[in-house]
């Protein structure tokens, strides 16, 4: 178990471009769930899969923002047009339902920084 | 809507002292409560759960008892160790999301 892992790890943009963050889940884990989280405040909730069916989306995660997990693995989280109010750390974390009530392994983010 | 209360930080405190650090929470139905760490530069680490009224969370010497009529999730700690210097984040969650609240910073001196 090598634990959730995200790539890129840091990532500076400018302004417009797009982007795209992948995240790895524990391997055995079936949800999959992002969240952004701003300097000095705690992660908010964006999106969650179970295996490859995005099931919630926050009103957060606006049209230029889109995940997938196309194989029920590995997630991908794009933003297009990035603008500098999407600089943050995102977060992508796993869990295994029907194992231990929605306990939720975190991997490290992906730091963006939109110039 | 689900949210958390947490009590403003930073919390400084001398090595050895007491902790507490309180988080009240409004939540549909019965949560899960939880309380993350997170060290510095690092990521977000669970560091204890209760999954039921009047069950107590441990680990590492933290305590945190789910009290359901007050709907808190206190964390405590007898005596702290400069190397609990974190941010520690409380988190109702349900079976499709946790709601953090803004998290307390707290800094040990030796």
């Known amino acids: 178990d090598t634990g959730v892992s995200q790539d890129p790890r840091h990532k500076i943009t400018k302004r417009g471009q797009n982007v795209t963050f992948r995240c790895d889940p524990i391997?055995?884990?079936?949800?999959l769930y992002w969240y952004r989280q701003t300097l000095g405040q705690g992660p908010e909730f964006l999106t969650y899969?179970?295996?490859?069916?995005?099931?919630?989306k926050s009103r957060l995660l606006s049209d230029r923002f889109s995940a997938e997990r196309p194989k029920g693995s590995f997630s991908t989280l794009e933003i297009q047009r990035t603008e500098q109010g999407d600089s943050a750390m995102y977060l992508c974390?796993?869990?295994?339902?029907?194992?231990?009530?929605?306990?939720?392994?975190f991997g490290p983010g992906t730091r963006l920084t939109v110039l | 809507g689900d949210s958390v209360t947490q009590m403003e930080g930073p919390v400084t405190l001398s090595e050895e002292a007491f902790l507490t650090i309180n988080c009240t929470y409004t939540a549909t139905g019965y949560p899960s409560l939880f309380w993350y760490v997170q060290y510095p530069g690092e990521g977000l680490q669970l560091l204890l759960k209760a999954t039921k009224a009047d069950d107590k969370g441990s680990n590492k010497g933290f305590e945190a008892t789910y009290r359901k009529e007050t709907t808190s999730f206190h964390l405590e700690k007898g005596s702290v160790q400069v190397s609990d210097s974190a941010v520690y984040f409380c988190a109702p969650g349900n079976t499709d999301k946790l709601i953090f609240g803004t998290g307390t910073r707290l800094q040990v001196f030796p």
């Open positions: 974390a796993s869990s295994l339902v029907g194992g231990a009530i929605n306990e939720q392994f």
């Open positions: 899969f179970q295996n490859e069916a995005q099931l919630e």
């Open positions: 391997s055995e884990h079936n949800r």
